[in-house]
């Protein structure tokens, strides 16, 4: 194992310019870009090293009529949230994951210009989740069904190396739980088998820098709030 210089700096670097991009440049990644950093993601540790992931990437004409579909269902339900996951969202969020929700919420929406409680105004954004923030690309990732909790928690895993890998090279990203909201969509449109379950979308392409939905970083909170040392 070897600690060279500047390699947790690099790491360290790639964790704390990442964010979630909201708005993209329509111009397509390379293909040889989007397979390294599929490769890269490969790398993931899993339960028994079972790597449960399979990603589809829709790129172009194929992302185009993939979000035409799902942005239709989704508009369709009067509800963009959860509406058939595969897993099931939250129960409810209390306390500080609440605050912590509605802080990143309001971040979202005040960069953009969106007043509290204008519910047209949050719908109109949430629908933008469908038409993928306007990316050239989204990879759906999937775990198989009788792998349970262990598969998703995986696949979690695998979505965050995607995202640094992404990150590494320029390549702006978003994990997108509401495109899992529409599962059965997904399984019909990519003709995935009746096993696999859908843990999310990631849509990715080149930062649209300038927007006012990437003016803006969310926080955290602090070591002591998420660690605990026992030493005797
Ligand atoms: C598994 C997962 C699913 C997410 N789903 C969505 C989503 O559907 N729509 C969205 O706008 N953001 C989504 N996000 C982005 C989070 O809101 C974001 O990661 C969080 O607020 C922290 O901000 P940051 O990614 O900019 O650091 C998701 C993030 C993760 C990890």
Redesign the pocket.
Known sequence: MTSSPGRIEALESLLAE???C?AFRSDPVPRATIERILTAAQRTASWCNSQPWQVVIASGAAARRFSEVIHDAASGTGSAHGAQSDFPFPREYKGVYLDRRRE?GFQ?YNALGIARGDKDGYRRQTLQ?FKLFGAPHVAIISTDEALGVYGAVDC?GY??NFLLAAQALGVAT??????AGFSDVIREHFGLGDDRRV??GISFGFAETDHAANSY??NRATLQDAATFLEN
């Open positions: 990442r964010y979630s909201r990143s979202l989740n979690g979505v965050n978003i994990p997108q739980a509401a495109l843990v999310c970083r969310t």
